[in-house]
């Protein structure tokens, strides 16, 4: 909170809402430079991290009822949030060990289930946007 918690935060909100700065851009930029800063014939290692963002609003963009991975294995629950897919890149160490570096971050929500007297048409596209989810 740098000591402004009890400070006036609209300034803060407001910079912060907008869309000011492309995560394509920022990403563009780490991932040519871990190309650049990459040994050669190293391989590029990457891992997926799929995240579940809690929320309670039903008006917010991608918000649905989703699995919760906290819950017991025996019992499904079920909570309220947005889905997330990080991509990062593994920065080899000097002593071989490895530090990952995101280099992509998307919201993957689920495509809105069609409704029971949709058309064939319909249930047919959200089957292909089931298989589009991640990317």
Same mark, same amino acid.
């Given at each position: 909170?740098?000591?402004?918690?009890?400070?006036?935060?609209?300034a803060?909100?407001r910079?912060?809402?907008r869309?000011?700065?492309? /995560?394509?851009?920022?990403?563009?930029?780490v991932?040519?430079?871990?190309?650049v800063? #990459?040994? @050669?014939?190293? *391989?590029l290692?990457?891992?997926?991290?799929?995240t579940?963002?809690r929320?309670?609003?039903?008006?917010?963009d991608?918000?649905?009822?989703?699995?919760d991975?906290?819950? /017991?294995?025996?019992q499904?629950?079920?909570?309220?949030g947005?889905?997330?897919v990080? #991509?990062s @890149?593994?920065? *080899?160490g000097?002593?071989?060990q490895?530090?990952?570096?995101?280099?992509?971050?998307?919201?993957?929500?689920?495509?809105p289930k069609?409704?029971k007297?949709?058309?064939?048409?319909q249930?047919?596209?959200?089957?292909?946007?089931?298989?589009?989810?991640?990317?």
């Amino acid at each position: 909170m740098c000591g402004r918690a009890q400070q006036d935060w609209k300034a803060d909100y407001r910079l912060y809402s907008r869309d000011r700065v492309k /995560p394509e851009v920022l990403f563009s930029h780490v991932l040519s430079e871990l190309e650049v800063n #990459l040994p @050669a014939l190293t *391989p590029l290692v990457a891992a997926i991290d799929d995240t579940l963002i809690r929320k309670t609003g039903v008006k917010i963009d991608g918000v649905g009822w989703k699995r919760d991975p906290l819950g /017991p294995a025996f019992q499904t629950n079920l909570v309220r949030g947005q889905r997330y897919v990080q #991509l990062s @890149a593994a920065w *080899p160490g000097a002593d071989g060990q490895a530090r990952m570096i995101p280099i992509d971050f998307t919201h993957a929500p689920t495509p809105p289930k069609p409704g029971k007297n949709a058309t064939e048409d319909q249930v047919h596209r959200y089957k292909e946007q089931q298989k589009q989810v991640f990317w």
